[in-house]
Each structure stands twice: as C-alpha cells, then as structure tokens.
C-alpha cells in the first residue's frame, strides 16, 4: 500500500469521525439514544421477572430435542428478544407519529434482531467453539451491510496487499478464501456424512463395498470442495502447482506411514481379506472388527478394549481371518481318562454330553478320537463346530470340559491325576507320635 493510499484513507475516516459526531450531537440522536437505554433496560427487567415462569415451561417439553435445543437457545436469549420487541414498538409508535425517521432506532433493531436469529439459527451446529465463530463472523457480515460498510471495508482490506511474483495477495482475498474454504468444506462433510449413511444402510453392498463407497464418496466431496472454493475465491490453481510439489515431496517423506496405511485400507477393501463383522486372531488379539478407517482397523475384544490397528499390519503380517469364508469354526477340546475306563463307551458319552450344547452346530457331527496312552490316562480329543466365533472360544471350552465332567460322573468313569513312588536308597526310620517316647520304631 502507498503513501497516497494511506493519506486518502485517513482523509475518509476523518471525515466519516467528523459526521458521527455530528449526528450525534444533535437533540433527536440523543432522545433516540435515551429510547434505546430505555428499552435496553425494560428487557433486562422483564427477562428478569419472566424466567423463572418460562423455564418451568420449557422443562414440560419432552420427546423433541431438536425443538428443545432451539427452545433453550431462546430462552438464554430472552432479554434480547424483549429489546427487540421493545424496538420494534419503539419503530411502530414512531412511524404512527409521522414525523421523521428515527434512524438510531432503526439501525440497533436491525442489528439486534440480527444478531437475534444468527445466535438462535447457528445452534443448529453441535460443536460450540464452531457455533460461536459463525455467529460473531455471520452477524459481524450483516452488521457491515446494515450500516453500509461492506464497500468501505472490503476497498481497504483490498489495498492491504502483497505481490509475490505475478501474484497479488490481499487481506480481502485471504478472508475470502478462508470463509468459502469453511463453507465449502462444512457443506462437503454434511454430504459426505449424509451419503455414507445411505450407502451403510444399503443392502444390495457387501459390508466391505459400502466403507470403501463411503471413504471415496467422503474423500472426492473434500477435494471437489477445495477447488471450487480455492477457485471461486480467485486464486490461480496453476499458481500453486511448484508449491503443491515441493510440499507433496515433503508429506511423502515425512508421512510415509500414513499414505502406505492409507493405501493398505484401500487394498483391504478391495480384495475383502477382511470386513466388519470377522473375527480375528491378529498377535495376541482375538475380537472382531467393529470399523474399518482409512488409517487403521478397530477390533473389539471380549473384554471390552478396542484396539485401533493399523492397516499396513493386516497386509504384512499373518492374520487368522475365523470367519472369511463362512462363520463355521472348528474346536478340540482334549481329556483323559482313568485305564479302568471303557474307550468305546467314553467316545459315545462324549459325543452324546458335547452335541447336547447349545453352542455345538449338530449337522457338522461331534467326533471323538482317542490320541494315544499317556502316564497315567488314556488321552483322547473330541472336535465339535460353532458358528458364533465372536462369543468368544474359551468360554463353550468351559461348557464342553463341565458337561464331559457332568457325564463321566454320572456314568462312574474316573479322571485320574497323577501317582508318584518314591524310593529312598539310605533306610528311614519312621516313628508313631504315640510310641515316641517308648523307643519302639519301624524302618
């Protein structure tokens, strides 16, 4: 900016300082003024008498929270709407006068009620830092158009410039591209968010299909808004070609575990190794998928934890996929038996105690097999099917091992425990504690 720029803006608010007080100095600004503290102080009163009233009205709504949160937003906001009712009667009784427009009045009604429906409007947005930031920039646009100052304002953030090469970067184009850029970008999440829950409840989709519709659907929005808004904002996007490649040579070092986990979630979804809904064996993590994302896996284990796993790890290292093909997961639960036992009857009552579970797929059958003549049983396993992996392995174990416990005690067969002699090589001498005292002793 030169030095005639400088001098030609001081000039301009010098002369709009000169006219401000000018207007203010006269008796009707000042009676406006008086009309404005009064009704300001009116609101403050009755927002005092009537909140108790209203609040016990507001706590009667139930079943809409939608409604509710506007609702609350006004409520907070009730001195406010008492000033701007109080103004709008001010406004009335003026024009019923029929002389000149109050022009003070009018211009803090508009600005009020403004800031009125902006404050209640942005409560559709969760977020509160976010909710704020729209109200103060909404309402601070629409306090510049009401006093006529957009034109003003926008001619000295457009002289506040720097030229960088062929490029002129103005304070006006950076709060241009910011505001578009957040707009664009809000406006392509709602959609990608909106698209991706139509897609999730389709069931034509295998599940993989539809997280990788939704993540392309997501990821292509964010782009597209990002040229619209970085072209609609004016800025040259040939401009930023060398600029983009010196920063993309430096993310593609500086995230190089990012892309590749990015790229091994694309691989995942597309040849469907893994979905939501698999149990699976990763290390020593045993649960199911809950989500797929484009940097990691969550699986969810029977205690409760989740663990977020990268996605480069299911494409290198091995994982034990229980239910890719099919749900069905086969068990083998081992035992032994005392050799007074009887193996045929074992493998029947074992056969007979496993199938009778829940748990246990009966059209698979139940076999049991008997593995070899241990130290002190004879071993044998049986080998049954589930279809419900996710439920957990250890605990149908548990129910197999008490029903085979179960059944061998009703029909009299004995699980043996281990019997150990052992031999002295120098003689002992063992003594009764009642014949101690006697000398008698055995060896």
Known sequence: MDERALQRIGADVVEWSQDLF????QPSSLLQ????TAC???AW???RLSRVPIELQVRKIKGAPRFLRIVAAIRRRMG???FVLLLWGAKLIDAAAGGPRSQIVAIVFDLALAY???AVASRIVRNRLLSRVITFVAWGLAALSILDLIGPVAEVLDQTALTVGQSRISALLVIKTIVVLAVTLWLASTAGNFLDTRVQRSEELTPTLRVLIGKFLKIGLILLALAVALA???????ALTIFSGAIGVGLGFGLQKVVSNFISGIIILTDRSIKPGDTISLGDTFGWIRELRARFVSVVTRDGREYLIPNEDFITNQVINWSFSNNLVRIDVEFGVSYDSDPHEVIRISKEATVALER???HKGVVCWMTGFGDSSIDFVVRFWIRDPQAGLTNVKGEVFLALWDAFKANGIAIPFPHREIIMRTPVIVEKSGDAGTGDAES
């Open 22 to 25: 000018g207007f203010f100095y």
């Open 116 to 118: 009125l429906v902006i």
């Open 45 to 47: 009163l009755l927002d």
């Open 33 to 36: 003024i008086a009309i404005v």
């Open 232 to 238: 609609s904002a004016g800025v040259d996007l040939t």
């Open 40 to 42: 300001l102080a009116f």
């Open 80 to 82: 406010l709407v008492f």
């Open 360 to 362: 246990v797929v009966n």
